[in-house]
């Protein structure tokens, strides 16, 4: 059929999924209303018209039989915890959601009423990174409640503030200006898996003679396609980068002029990276002496060097320091003054939304608290679901995340929500771990579904993701649920009755666009009819964007701090330094002696898509596998295929044995899945800990000792 004749109508919507490329995708609609293809929009300067292989298959995610279709609630005296796959609503009965709106407003009512609103607490990730769906109406609800607030740091609050710390804006290397790199650093970095994207530059950049260097102890998809993977022991990467400047500092391969100009703190750094030797280093990490040596000398002498840091090396426990250690590197060598040199962690603080106008912290003043209220740290899930008192939690309403599955120490997680006096409410698209433990499931859309904005963490454009289709069965959006519930709650402030399109027009007026000239003139009209925008930096096109070139640093002191005196205030060292975890090879007893990478699944999203059939296939050669260095596994006398323990204080899974050298001796990986997919229906996070990072306040999945053991020498 030639295109005049096709029926498709194509919208334009942009992937709403927790990963730094926030694709422009093209949706085509038949007559009928329903969506044919998706595809990756050519036209968009970082999607390059193509998307990963989770997202191509999403048709399947959206239409899977498995959706929730309506409101649903827990049949009486059926106890909470894991319910079959596939069978769970057995145990609910259907509601109609004016029932379902109704209970809910009553029960946290009634529940604020006796315990204090306080004792209420949501619980959101980022199921949706859209701007309205991550977080605009259910902040104005809870907030309006006195609900408990929920410091949300399960993912990026250690590196995030370690950057904070040095460069005081949240700003990176243009992802756009990385194919001009001849050095790519690939930093606890999984480009490959996490955020494909990059790819094409760090092709494009390779084609030109550039080398790309994948430290990461695993070897990722990025890794094996590597000029050099350095298999460095996890949580040591402050070492290593403070080797880097011992080399850097003695071999006068430092810029001088970008240092006296726009840091402080160089000497007092200088001073102490003198104290980290290559030797040392190598000691610490795994490398030789002479591959410290060699790695800070390229890095100083090629330009421009690009530094992809992502988030994986912030998930130890001293991660905040090695985050800050390693974002350091390029303004001791001036990296930022050539175009598509510097680092990138993160391109999110770019962006600035009116939070304000969206979120309404103010209302916390009108709640029956009339003060701000308590603060919750999500990565000590467990520990608020069990111990908390003051008062204890006894509503949780859980919407953009999976707890159950995703959340560290997960047997306190679990046992605090199974409790049966805990009022539990959950918002999703499929029957997850966390629904099994529900009094109330009520069914969400997915982002062809419903209206949003979004910024992205990974690249320049604002755009805005025009719904597609009808929302399946009778799910609703976020900002849909708590505008109802704040109505039927009583809650009179006309902020409760916006809709989507009105909170789009509050999302881009913002009166301190000074603080945030590139979003300034960037209209909703504008992005109705382009519906991507390139950021406007000053001076572009003619000169690309170039953050921290000349300056333009958020620090106290207007410069880049290698000396933090902020952080000095705080009690903490105001310089990097290596710290051993508590849990790691350094402080390993014989009880516990192997490094457990919990990792992610390249063709899942955190615990999204486990339970699509198209993606689980995708996965199926790692799916219940524990990685396994053959040294490792000779010495517990395990062979390929085995069942194998997995187990430390905090819990046991089991897994089927992979041995290879993927892994380095001393480390075992394996991958998040749903509880209830897993072989013995729980995951990795059985045995991760609520122990939080020196920085941040972040969870500590990469800071886990295990023992392995052939599951039939275990009792
Ligand atoms: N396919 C897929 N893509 C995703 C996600 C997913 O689950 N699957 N999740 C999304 C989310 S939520 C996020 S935050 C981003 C995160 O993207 P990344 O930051 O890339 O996240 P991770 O995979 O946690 O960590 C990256 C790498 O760090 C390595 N690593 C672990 N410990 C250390 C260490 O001590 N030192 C060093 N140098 N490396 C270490 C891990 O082995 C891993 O390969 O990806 C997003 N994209
Ligand atoms: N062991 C281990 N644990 C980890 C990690 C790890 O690497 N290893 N990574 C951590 C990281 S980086 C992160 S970011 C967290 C992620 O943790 P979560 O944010 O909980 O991420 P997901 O597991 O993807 O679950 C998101 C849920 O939101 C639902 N959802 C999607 N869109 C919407 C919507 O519009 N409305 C509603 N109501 N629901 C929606 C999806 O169906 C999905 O079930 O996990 C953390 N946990
Ligand atoms: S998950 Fe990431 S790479 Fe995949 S389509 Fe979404 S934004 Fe693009
Ligand atoms: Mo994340």
Redesign the pocket.
Known sequence: MSQTESPLRVVHTVC???CPDSCAVLVSVDAGGRAQKIAGDPSHAVTRGFLCGKVARYLDRVYSPDRLLYPMRRRAGVAKGPLPAGREAESFERIFWDEALDTIAERLAAIAKQHGPESILPYS????I?VL?YGSMDRRFFHRLGASQLDRT???TAGGDAFLSVYGRKLGTDTEQFHRARLIIAWGANIHGNSVHLWPQIEEARRAGARLIVIDPYQTRTAKLADWHIAIHPGTDAALALGMMHVIFAEGLEDRAYIDQHTIGAKELAIRAGEYTPERVAALTGMTADEVRALAREYATTKPAAIRLN?GIQ?SEHGGTAARAVCMLPLITGAWKHLGGGVQLSTSGAFRFNAQALERPDLMYSSPLGRVARVVNMSRLGHALTELSDPPVKAFFV?????A????NQNAVLRGMARPDLFTVV????W?DTADYADVVLP????LE?TDIQGAYGHYHVQLSDQAIAPIGEAR??VWLFGQLGQRIGFTEACFRDTEQDMLTQVLSDEKHETHPQMHGITLDQLRTQHSVRLRWAGEPEAPFQPFADGGFGTPSGKGELFSAALAEQGLDPLPSFKPAKESRHTADRAYPLEFL???ADNY????FANVASHQKMESAHTGRLEIHPDDAAHRGIQEGDAVDVFNDRGRIRLVAQIHTGVPAGVVASR?NWNKLSPNGTN??QL?SERLTDIGRG?T?YSTLVEVARASHVG
Do not use: W
Not at 125 to 128: K, L, P, W
Not at 605 to 608: A, C, F, I, L, Q
């Open positions: 709403s999924h927790d990730y980022a199921g949706t859209g769906g399960i993912c990026a988030y998930r919407y953009n995340s999976n707890p599955a995703i959340a560290p918002h999703e698209q499929f997850t969400a859309t997915t982002f419903h959006s976020n919990p990792r992610k999203m955190n615990s999204t998040l990795v996070n991760t969870p999945f």
